[in-house]
């Protein structure tokens, strides 16, 4: 006799994911000293600079933070909480755009605007936004032509609709087909085997009054396994994914990069046969997600 219960299909409206009320989460500065970062939160503060050429800089200058020596860092997702310049010299008579792949954790990249993080200080926005900006990267500040500036200014600073128990809850999960790891799926069978230490039944445990589901009163199978309604472990993971993960403002910093590149309206006047210094200074706040939960 199966000891699953039949559930007629739970809609999407029956499905929440969520552990209170859903609210606008705003990152605060952290401000824990760098040393700390062992603990999960630091700041980082990183010089971008070099002399380049007119044609450099249209094309694009590429900096990776794990060329620097930052120190110890986390090794899972972080918040990026801030980003600020503390520092800009620019002795080049273009516009420069500085954009980074802050949101690098979910797989294919994606336009920022569709990145369901909304940037409390605004989008830095010029009219060749896409000529500038890369897919995967978002607009951090557009150096003014020659700017020379020592005051800190605060240019992202994330703003989220994901509630932030969620955040530290899930946010260590990979998006789209990562999380199906431990879902064994059975040709023609109405039903998963599921990884006991699974993220999805601990969320339907939690919602099991909504599911009609009660993960603790089914059995363990062969040590590891516990069968579930393949409706049922979709529609979790499909809103987990789609209301959740994609909805996160996470960063790897060891694939974190920025970019600098030129106006090539103006650039295009600059002496082709000179080279250019351009130099900015920003403070980057982080902070950690919970540590992982493994998901065999």
């Known amino acids: 006799m199966s000891i ?20 606008h989460a705003s990152a605060e500065l952290s401000e824990t000293p760098a040393d700390d970062s062992a603990n999960g939160s630091g700041i980082l503060n990183v010089t971008l600079h ?3 050429t007119p044609d450099e800089l249209m ?7 794990n060329d620097y020596q930052v120190g110890q860092l986390p090794t899972g997702r972080v918040i990026v909480s801030e980003i600020a310049s503390t520092a800009i010299g620019s002795h080049i008579a273009s516009n420069l755009m500085v954009s980074s792949n802050l949101f690098n954790t979910t797989g294919t990249p994606s336009h920022y605007l569709h990145s369901g993080v909304t940037n409390s200080q605004g989008w830095a926005t010029v009219g060749q936004q896409d000529e500038l900006v890369a897919v995967g990267y978002a607009p951090l500040v557009s150096i003014m032509p020659n700017e020379y500036c020592r005051t800190r200014n605060v240019h992202y600073a994330p703003k989220s609709g994901v509630d932030d128990k969620l955040v530290q809850r899930y946010g260590h999960l990979a998006s789209g087909d990562e999380l199906r790891k431990g879902v064994v799926a ?3 069978e109405n039903y998963y085997f599921v990884a006991k230490d699974h993220v999805v039944l601990d969320i339907i445990e939690k919602n099991w009054e909504a599911l009609g589901q009660s993960v603790p009163h089914e059995r363990v199978r062969e040590g590891n396994w516990i069968k579930v309604s393949n409706t049922l472990v979709d529609k979790v993971l499909d809103e987990l994914d789609s209301s959740v ?21 103006l650039a295009e006047q600059l002496e082709g046969d000179r080279v250019h210094p351009v130099s900015i200074t920003l403070s980057l706040s982080y902070r950690s997600v919970a540590p992982e939960i493994e998901v065999v």
């Open 4 to 23: 699953v219960r039949s559930n007629p299909p739970v809609s999407e409206s029956e499905l929440h994911v969520t552990e209170s009320p859903q609210v």
């Open 50 to 52: 070099g002399v380049y």
């Open 59 to 65: 094309d694009g200058v590429t900096f990776n933070l």
């Open 186 to 188: 059975f040709p023609g």
């Open 245 to 265: 993960l994609k909805h996160m403002p996470l960063t790897d910093l060891d694939a974190l990069k920025f970019n600098i590149k030129a106006d090539p309206e």
